[in-house]
Structure formats: C-alpha cells, structure tokens
C-alpha cells in the first residue's frame, strides 16, 4: 500500500512562492506517474501538473504553465511542485497523487490510486 505525504503548504502573500513537496512511502516513487491537483471546499479536484514516471515527461493545466514547475527525486521518494507568482485564487488544498498505470488520461483525478491527505495553500491579496 503506498501513502504519499504532502507537505510545505502555508500561507504566501500574492506575487509570492511556495514549494510543495510529496514523500512515498511504501512503495519506489520511480514505480509511479505522479501528479499534482488542487480542491477547494465543494469543487472538483482540479488537475495541476504530471510527470512521467522518470520525469522525461511532463505537463501542466494551462493556468499554472509558466509559473508552476513539477519535478522529482526518485533517489529521495519525493515529488515536488514549485509554484511563483502565486494568485489568491489559487488558494486550496494540494495534492499529490500516483498511477499505477497509464490507462486513461492524466488530467483526470480516478486515473489516480492514490492520494496523499493534502496540504493548504493560502494566497493573501
């Protein structure tokens, strides 16, 4: 069973930067797909980023190209999302999530198997 950890979330002021982080445990990160979705409270979990399973490939929701940059260290289990140019409207809940597979596509959350508990993030204006 892998448990991802998601951690570095806070609060930033708009303009400002975060860098998140995703611990596996359980299982070799380098096994997995990851990506990256955000919720707020009675919305949809939305898609982020992904990143192939060595990081050769990845690919972002067109709101954060640019500004938000996906990677990981599978030597260290952990994937990370750092995000610049923070927008309040970009205050939610963060997570990460890996597949098992690559059956369906990779924007969509139930191609995921599993989550980690999230992380807020909260932009100031």
């Known amino acids: 069973q892998v448990q991802l950890v998601e951690s570095g979330g806070g609060l930033v002021q708009a303009g400002g930067s975060l860098k998140l982080s995703c611990t596996a445990s359980?299982?070799?990160?380098?096994?997995?797909?990851m990506g990256w979705f955000r919720q707020a409270p009675g919305q949809e979990r939305e898609f982020v980023g992904y990143i192939g399973w060595n990081g050769d490939i990845t690919a972002y929701a067109d709101s954060v190209k640019g500004r938000f940059t996906i990677s990981r260290d599978n030597a260290l289990n952990t994937l990370y999302l750092e995000m610049n140019n923070l927008k309040p409207e970009e205050t939610d809940v963060y997570y990460c999530g890996c597949r098992t597979s690559n059956i369906g596509g990779a924007t969509t959350p139930r191609n995921y198997n599993y989550w980690g508990q999230g992380t807020q993030v909260t932009v100031s204006s």
């Open positions: 359980g299982g070799t990160l380098s096994s997995f797909r």
